[in-house]
């Protein structure tokens, strides 16, 4: 895999569209310093996702953008794409070529791109992380990062390090995960809150539907009346509207006679302007023929004018052409007298350059005899120069050789010693390392077994812990369940209660004698408060007793008296009064009678099933006693054969015998059959003090169960806080990174006792190159003094020999002067006679040529004279026609104009006619305006009256959603309120703790005489009284139990994400745990792979016997966060650290390094920007040949000035700046050079 092609637009000083290829092996850039080669290396880290400014040599991330010259424009927008070829598959795409492409605008907005796709930054970082190809990885490495390297400021070595051991994703993983664990706690404590609310809200709704239920009661009847009053209305307005419709109507009979009159005239008027049109378009032919006449005559004139001049201009172009010949009839003969003098001259001449040909010749063979002398003597002079310094050279290396051995004989010695010393020391130190590693083994193993301890606590508090948190929930939801029942009763007892004080179920007149003057009676009851059941009997019993359950039931007939006399005083109505003194008991037995004559089993009494005071069992008795209660017997029955002849038999034959179902249907004697839908409040008025005693029971009993519930809780809660899991885990961590400590300790005197021994092996191994070096130096100095002897007498030789020839070269290059300076003048005697004779014949050339041009011209102008005569005659022959054609021109003309002026006398005429028409039209029209006026009138009164009748469609429609024609068919039936009352019933079915249902069914007998008494006064007074009732009631929610429903999701919903987000944390727990350890494990064996390559790289730069080494900080908590430290004492130096190595050495070491990263996990491509520069040749020669072993596997783009390291690229570019601050680049193969 390598870099292939690397596009730059508008990024720094590449202005224009640059285009680089990249070959697979070495790439040198090369250029003065300014010129640009560094952005290149700016560009790729940019593509590749870099978003530090300074790192790019930039204040501000838009400063890329290319920013203007003096002569060039700013551009808005920087794009570098960087093409990849994939054929290692490294990266994880499908594409054999990926290209990455980075977008940034002056607006500050960006675009990334993989293969013209567009992605995120994410994508891309992604894409790269620990393939050593991301921005800040090691393939990119500037002069200034081999500094940073060694002072290792921002922790640079270690993320390299990381890079190559593919860790930099799990610790972006570690931290994305404890971010995700605090957001987790974070959410845990929101949910909590919202919880509570929730709660609070759901119990708030329970308590709103039941307001909302009886507002619905009071809407229904004013919806009622509402749309009675509104048809009214509507038929009242549409009534005034008809005399209106009539008068409009004649109205418009006058508007249309007057049109068409109007219409007769204008017809007329329109074919008397047709005449005119057709008189005018007449007159108008007649006077084009005038102008065309006049236009075609004047054309003549201008005609015979211009011929007249053409043929004056002819004439002048003949006497020109005359005198033309003339003069090259001179020319002619002036250029025959000059040929003739031009050969005389070149005859001469010819004769001279014989003869100085024949003198330039024999100079010239002397003077190159001589000069052939002459380079053969020079070649020789250079050939001993060049052995003498050959030798000399070679007598130097010899005589510094002979020195360096010398020298590292005397040095030879005392580094055994010291080399021995050395091992002795190491081998007291591994003793020592074993003694304290088994030590801190058994330290190790202690630690061990209490994690081991700890984590069993920990598994049993866990699984503990999941079987309360179980509990606690199964508890919340009973007590939730428990709360929701309490709210519930508590709702119906509230309702229950209302019922009890409230007395708006009753008759206006029954409610009045209530709330008024009950405290006036002895007794002043409604049947309802006096006779109770069991619930599932309250709606039959509700359907026997009807409107009986509204009577009121009194002491003594004078108290029905009195009661009666105050509801007529007060004009509220009528109603039944049950005096107790009147009332019999002996008809007590009728009902029972009947049915045990009979033999329908399933139905018994009524009376069976109520309770009563004994006071008023009479009471009872008179309202219930002929009454069955039918507990199984439905409406279906009744059809079938279910309902017997012996029930038919039983209502048929015993007057005022009734059965009445559970489900309140009502059978009556004669066959009668009463049903329909049930309000839901029905039954409720029934029994009210045992149902209040029965609920009042089931609230303390429920409140009972809340305690119990809740005392569960803080007993399951009490548990969960004493399991101290926390604390056990926090014991773990500490045990875990105590043990960590220990671990750490063994990992460093393993490695203690590894380095030690290897150190051992090193300084044997350097003991012995150094007395095999010793014995290799006294052998190579006893072979070099003869030499040094031999070449002392060859020099001596060389240098005699070479001063007898500079003689002989100086007396040659005397004699080789003289011959030149003759050779010289010869030439130049030559060359004087060569130019004449060259001019002459040049002359006679031209000569002939202007010979040949004049007679072509003088044959041209004959011509041309010719043709001027001829255009002459032709000219006079059209302009005689013209004069002849001039006559009949005129004629014609003056035809013409007198038939213009009759047509124009006719045409004014028939205007005259037109303009009386007119007059006529105009008189008519404003008769008709006046009737439109009127019509207007009328038609926005009836338009007064549409926009009412509107105003109450619309009232209707978005009131009701009913149009005007359906809210009328409804009144026109006579049966508006009990349809309206059966929706309402049906509407309120489903919700709980219904209202009033309305008292349609005891007003339905007179509903069809309704149309003819309406009294809508009355009913607009009732609307208000609703209207007013609504308002006591105040605002409710409709929505209150579908809220309800809501809410109890929501409050689901977030206790199962409670227990997600508790499950969740546990899992990220784990999960970094198992991040550090798989993190550190592939740290440690990638660093000793790297150490050890480290050593192998830093001896083939250096000395073999130099030392080096890389240590990991042992001071750090955290092995994924030591610090790496670089050791190195490069030629026998013992530096107190790297920094006072030499620029050099620095380099070399820092390319160590990285080289020791790639042996490892090689980038497929690395970019070096002028690291050689510290370098001597001697050191260039080192990186070079490392540069060319690496890259057989690793693509080098190098930025350079040094020849050395330009002569080893493949390839090379060049970037100037021919323009200033606009860079250019230029490329070459040095191959196809070489070639």
């Known amino acids: ?244 419709k009539k008068q409009i109507g004649a109205a418009s009979a006058k508007k249309a006679e007057l049109a068409t009159q109007l219409e007769i005239l204008e017809q007329k008027e329109e074919k008397l302007r047709t005449e005119l049109h057709e008189k005018e378009r007449a007159e108008n032919e007649l006077r084009r023929q005038v102008q065309q006449l006049s236009y075609q005559k004047k054309e ?77 003597l020079r070649r020789e002079l250079f050939e001993l120069e060049v052995a003498i310094s050959a030798k000399g050279k070679k007598h130097q290396d010899m005589r510094s050789r002979r020195i360096k051995l010398e020298s590292r004989l005397e040095n ?27 030590e801190e083994k058994a330290k190790v193993q202690v630690w061990s077994d209490k994690i081991e301890g700890a984590e069993k606590r920990l598994a049993g508090v866990r699984e503990t812990r999941e079987r309360l948190l179980h509990e606690r929930n199964e508890a919340k939801e009973q007590e939730r369940k428990v709360l929701s029942r309490q709210d519930a009763v508590a709702s119906e007892i509230q309702l229950m209660h209302h019922l009890a004080s409230s007395t708006d179920a009753f008759p206006e007149s029954v409610a009045w004698l209530i709330e008024k003057h009950k405290g006036n009676f002895a007794l002043l009851s409604p049947v309802s408060e006096l006779i109770q059941t069991e619930e599932e009997y309250a709606v039959a019993l509700e359907a026997a007793l009807g409107e009986a359950q509204n009577y009121v039931v009194v002491e003594t007939f004078r108290d029905a008296e009195r009661a009666s006399d105050l509801l007529k005083k007060q004009k509220k109505g009528q109603a039944t009064f049950i005096p107790l ?30 309770q009563t005071e004994e006071r008023y069992r009479s009471v009872a008795e008179l309202l219930l006693g002929h009454i069955y209660l039918a507990e199984e017997l439905g409406s279906d029955e009744v059809a079938g054969s279910g309902f017997t002849d012996e029930y038919r038999a039983l209502l048929t034959n015993h007057r005022g015998a009734a059965i009445v179902t559970t489900s309140g249907e009502l059978f009556t004697y004669g066959g009668l059959f009463k049903s329909g839908s049930k309000s839901h409040q029905s039954g409720l008025r029934l029994g009210l003090k045992n149902k209040l005693e029965k609920l009042e029971k089931s609230g303390r009993s429920l409140q009972k169960d809340l305690d119990t519930t809740r005392r569960s809780l803080e007993k399951i809660e009490q548990q969960l806080r004493e399991l101290h899991e926390q604390q056990i885990r926090e014991e773990i961590t500490t045990l875990q990174k105590e043990r960590r400590e220990k671990d750490q300790t063994v990992g460093k005197l393993q490695s203690g006792i590894q380095i030690y021994e290897r150190s051992i092996l090193e300084q044997q191994a350097h003991r012995e190159r150094l007395s095999l070096s010793e014995g290799q130096s006294r052998q190579e100095l006893e072979e070099l003094k003869p030499g040094l002897e031999q070449i002392d007498g060859e020099i001596a030789e060389l240098r005699e020999k070479e001063e007898t020839t500079k003689a002989s070269l100086q007396k040659l290059e005397d004699e080789r002067a003289i011959a030149q300076n003759r050779y010289n003048d010869a030439q130049l005697a030559h060359q004087d006679i060569s130019n004449r004779t060259a001019n002459i014949e040049q002359q006679l050339q031209r000569v002939d040529e202007g010979t040949e041009r004049i007679s072509g011209r003088l044959k041209q102008r004959g011509i041309l004279l010719e043709q001027s005569r001829e255009n002459i005659r032709q000219y006079r022959e059209e302009s005689e026609q013209i004069a002849g054609l001039m006559g009949g021109l005129t004629e014609s003309l003056e035809k013409a104009r007198l038939a213009l002026e009759n047509a124009e006398k006719e045409s004014k005429a028939e205007r005259e006619q037109i303009q009386q028409q007119d ?63 059966t929706e309402a019933a049906e509407g309120a079915e489903g919700i709980e703790n219904a209202g009033a249902a309305g008292d349609a069914e005891k007003n339905s007998e007179d509903a069809g005489d309704e149309k003819d008494r309406f009294d809508v006064d009355a009913a607009k007074e009732r609307v208000s009284v609703l209207r007013q009732k609504l308002h006591r009631i105040g605002e409710v929610n409709p929505l209150a139990i579908e809220e309800y429903q809501e809410e109890k999701e929501r409050l689901d919903f977030y206790e199962q994400q409670m227990e997600d987000l508790r499950k969740a944390e546990l899992e990220m727990r784990d999960t970094i745990a198992e991040i550090n350890e798989t993190a550190t494990e592939r740290f440690n064996d990638t660093f000793e792979l790297i150490r050890s390559h480290f050593q192998d790289v830093f001896h083939r730069l250096f000395e073999e016997d130099d030392y080096c080494d ?123 050079v070489g070639t």
């Open 1110 to 1232: 890389l240590v990991l900080d042992s001071d750090s908590e955290d092995p994924l966060e030591a610090k790496v430290e670089i050791r190195a004492n490069p030629k026998g130096k013992r530096p107190s650290n790297i920094s006072q190595l030499s620029g050099g050495e620095k380099t070399l070491t820092a390319i160590a390094f990285l080289f020791a990263i790639y042996l490892v996990k090689p980038s497929p491509f690395c970019v070096l920007d002028e690291v050689d520069a510290p370098l001597d040749d001697a050191n260039i020669e080192r990186f070079s040949g490392m540069i060319r072993s690496f890259s057989e596997q690793t693509q080098f783009i190098i930025i350079t000035h040094n020849k050395k390291t330009m002569s080893k690229a493949e390839m090379m570019y060049g970037v100037t700046m021919p323009e200033t601050g606009v860079s250019r680049l230029v490329g070459v193969r040095l191959e196809d």
């Open 1 to 244: 895999m390598y870099i292939s092609d690397l596009e730059l637009h508008g990024f720094k000083s590449f202005a224009h569209k640059t285009h680089v290829k990249f070959d697979s092996g070495i790439t040198a850039v090369v250029g003065p310093n300014g010129c640009g080669k560094s952005n290149i290396v700016d560009a790729l880290r940019w593509v590749l996702g870099e978003q530090r400014p300074t790192l790019l040599r930039s204040s501000a991330m838009s400063n890329v953008i290319f920013n203007g010259t003096a002569k060039k424009k700013a551009l808005g927008m920087a794009e570098v794409s960087l093409t990849f070829v994939n054929d290692k598959g490294l990266l994880p795409s499908e594409y054999s070529e990926l290209t990455i492409t980075r977008r940034l605008y002056r607006s500050g907005e960006s675009d990334y791109l993989i293969n013209d796709t567009p992605v995120r930054l994410k994508d891309i970082i992604d894409l790269f992380m620990d393939t050593g190809m991301s921005s800040d990885a090691y393939s990119v490495i500037e002069l200034k990062m081999v500094e940073e390297i060694l002072n290792d400021r921002n922790n640079d070595r270690r993320r390299m390090l990381e890079e190559a051991a593919g860790v930099t994703r799990y610790k972006e993983k570690r931290k994305q995960t404890l971010r995700k664990l605090d957001q987790t706690n974070k959410d845990l404590q929101r949910l909590e809150d919202i919880l509570v609310e929730v709660r609070k809200k759901t119990r708030s709704l329970e308590l709103q539907s039941q307001r909302a239920v009886k507002a619905k009661g009071y809407r229904e009847e004013l919806e009622r009346l509402d749309k009675t009053v509104l048809a009214f209305s509507w038929r009242q307005i549409r009534d005034q509207q008809e005399p209106l």
């Open 581 to 610: 003194d009147w009332i019999s008991g002996d008809d007590s037995g009728s009902a029972r009678t009947i049915v045990e004559g009979g033999t329908a089993s399933r139905i018994n009494p009524i009376m069976e099933r109520i």
């Open 919 to 981: 007059k006529e039209l105009r008189t008519l029209r404003k008769d008709r305006e006046d009737q439109l006026e009127l019509l207007h009138h009328l038609t926005m009164a009836a338009e007064k009256f549409d926009l009412q009748l509107e105003s109450i469609t619309n009232s209707v429609w978005e009131t009701y959603n009913l149009t005007m024609e359906q809210l009328l068919n409804l009144q026109g039936e006579g049966d508006l309120r009990d349809a309206e009352g």
């Open 412 to 438: 030879s010695e005392g580094d055994q010693k010291r080399v021995q010393t050395e091992i002795e020391k190491l081998k007291k130190e591994i003793e020592a390392s074993k003694t304290k590693l088994e």
């Open 300 to 376: 003549k004139e201008t005609r015979s004018q211009i011929l007249q001049g053409r043929i004056e201009n002819e004439t002048g172009i003949i006497l020109q052409y005359q005198k033309d010949i003339e003069q090259n009839e001179k020319d002619l003969v002036e250029l025959g007298e000059l040929r003739t003098a031009s050969r005389n001259e070149l005859e001469k001449l010819s004769a001279k350059r014989d003869q100085s040909a024949k003198s330039l010749e024999e100079s010239g063979k002397t003077f190159s005899s001589l000069q052939k002398s002459y380079s053969d």
